[in-house]
């Protein structure tokens, strides 16, 4: 049962990743790309539009990662300082993401594309943190 339950938690964790990462990077890469082609008011509707649709799945994956984050810290302890530094480097990352995430479901800012830039930077940034200490540690 307890196996079952850490294979779960690892699949919500790099599931909710996967939502909240790959978002930002489609916003960043191709939704702010392609929404320069509209209007000004064509651009806000859009704006406004995708980010009540992605509202949901930022609430669900920040929940979910935070979960299934302190589920994996508290059934792997025990690491030495380097790991702790990284860790720490890491989550500091996270708070960007979670930050950036909340800000762009609800407001509506105009530099929305910085903003997906900056968020799926670091967003990569975790997640080759996280390689890094999953093959190290």
Partial sequence: MFEALGIFMRWLHIASVATLIGGMIYGWLVM?????ALAA????????????????L????????????VYNLATNPGHNPRYYILLTLKLLLVLHV?????????K????????LAGSAISGLLIILISAYLRHTF
């Fill in 32 to 36: 702010v790309p392609a929404s320069e």
């Fill in 41 to 56: 008011e064509a651009r806000k509707v859009l704006a406004d539009r995708t980010a009540a649709l992605f509202r949901p």
């Fill in 58 to 69: 930022v609430s669900a994956a920040i929940a979910a990662l935070l979960l299934s984050g």
């Fill in 98 to 106: 979670f930050a950036v995430g909340i800000v762009l479901v609800t």
């Fill in 108 to 115: 509506n800012p105009e530099h929305r594309g910085r903003l």
